[in-house]
């Protein structure tokens, strides 16, 4: 075969195929068009998220009025006194439930001695505080029908109970039998059970036949703290196995030998159990004074806090510029920065919360809904010592500005806030160096 044309036709190949491969890698690098219809743009055949428009945060603080706390995750008992919020006072009502509904004591039946045990579930701050605790009994049955706010006082008695106790969750506690860790322990007015309990058995009061009797003649009993400022708050849980009221009795002159009755807060399913937390916040120690903010331009720092406390307010002021457009919300997020230096020993919310007013109610954006894309705002550490909250607002923009066509306000506050006294400092709006960044992705879709 000719040499010549061997080698023609070889350098033709070679050619041919790098001239092949210099058109594909061309039109793997460049951005294709997909029409008039969507962003226009694929990169490597996936959509880009669109244009992207940033814009200011008004943001500011506000107290809550009162919030829901019938039947919380856990009960709260203290004064906290905080350096950064100012005090927050806590306290609780439950009611008590028989163990044994138509008990039979007997005659002469006399009570002893009381002593409460209540499981820790956490505590807020530093321990090794003490409490001035007192126990009052409720004087007014309270409803299963209605809600209870954590503004609602009920009907109180006298006093069965005025101690000082030490908060701490690894203090041993002696329960007879051998030391355990875990509980808050304290006696009762022995007199006060004897009256509605032994008393009523002995007489055969009709209220004994059941709990659901016994809870309107017994409503049941609130227990605060009488002191103006300790170090935490403590939070217990009236569900647990631990979480008990002991009645040590005996029967006539004759018996030497102690019998218990145990009364519980409602663990069993089916119990009619109900509790409420009851708070009260003084700002006045507080590093922020809710008469000065600022709600037309913002401020460089916002506040937010369980247990009914402080909450901030975001607004967003040039939104409504995208009213009207058609365009597409591929996606929106709002990032909120923690102030450095505020946390310990008042550990972080775990997660916020962004709720918006709704016909004159308060509840969760729509992206809470989204199975694909939920809202997020769990806390997320940005480098060693930075946390900042995350949210998808996609579902809640795209209503603002193509549906309702009203850009409402939104609210942050921590997750729990029932049963939490979690509390975070946040970059504002006009805060230098970390203001909250409100960014939306859109495509034009006509």
């Known amino acids: 075969m000719n040499l010549y044309w061997l080698r023609k036709t070889l350098n033709k190949t070679i050619l041919g195929f790098l001239a092949f491969v210099g058109l594909a890698l061309l039109n793997s690098s460049c951005e294709k068009s997909n029409g008039e219809i969507g962003a226009g743009k694929f990169v490597e055949d996936r959509p880009e998220l669109g244009e992207k428009l940033t814009y200011d945060v008004v943001s500011y603080t506000t107290d809550w009025d009162s919030i829901s706390t019938k039947n919380p995750r856990a009960v709260a008992l203290g004064n906290l006194n905080d350096p950064i919020f100012g005090k927050l006072d806590a306290s609780f009502t439950s009611r008590i439930l028989l163990s044994k509904v138509a008990p039979d004591f007997g005659d002469s039946t006399v009570c002893d001695s009381v002593k409460v045990r209540l499981t820790y579930l956490n505590t807020y701050g530093v321990r090794g505080d003490s409490i001035h605790l007192q126990v009052l009994p409720v004087e007014e049955s309270m409803s299963d029908t209605i809600n209870y706010y954590s503004n609602n006082m009920p009907v109180l008695g006298p006093s069965i109970m005025d101690t000082t106790l030490m908060i701490d969750p690894s203090e041993p506690v002696f329960n007879g039998i051998d030391t355990t860790v875990g509980f808050l322990t304290f006696d009762l007015d022995a007199g006060y059970f004897q009256e509605k309990l032994f008393d009523a058995a002995i007489a055969d009061e009709d209220y004994l036949i059941d709990n659901e009797s016994f809870v309107e003649a017994v409503p049941g009993l609130h227990f605060k703290d009488l002191r103006t400022g300790t170090s935490a708050l403590s939070f217990f849980d009236l569900t647990a196995a631990g979480s008990t009221i002991q009645l040590f009795y005996h029967t006539g002159s004759q018996d030497t030998v102690p019998k218990l009755f145990t009364m519980t ?182």
């Open 265 to 446: 807060f409602g663990q069993n399913f089916g119990d009619p159990g109900l509790s409420f937390n009851s708070y009260e916040s003084d700002f006045t120690s507080a590093d922020f004074s809710l008469d000065m903010q600022d709600t037309l331009n913002g401020e460089p720092l916002t506040y937010a806090q369980g247990a009914g406390g402080a909450r901030t307010v975001l607004e967003f002021p040039g939104l409504d510029t995208l009213i009207g457009k058609g365009y597409s919300i591929n996606r929106a997020e709002i990032i909120v920065h923690v102030l450095q230096g505020t946390a310990s020993p008042y550990t972080l919310p775990n997660t916020l919360l962004i709720l918006q007013d709704q016909d004159s109610a308060q509840a969760l954006i729509k992206d809470y809904t989204s199975p694909v894309n939920p809202a997020g705002g769990s806390i997320n550490r940005a480098d060693l010592r930075e946390f900042r909250y995350r949210f998808n607002v996609t579902r809640m923009v795209h209503d603002f500005v193509n549906t309702r066509e009203e850009i409402l306000p939104v609210i942050l506050t921590p997750a729990s806030s029932n049963s939490s006294a979690a509390r975070v400092v946040l970059g504002g709006g006009l805060h230098p160096t970390i203001p909250v960044e409100f960014n939306v992705y859109y495509t034009k879709s006509e």
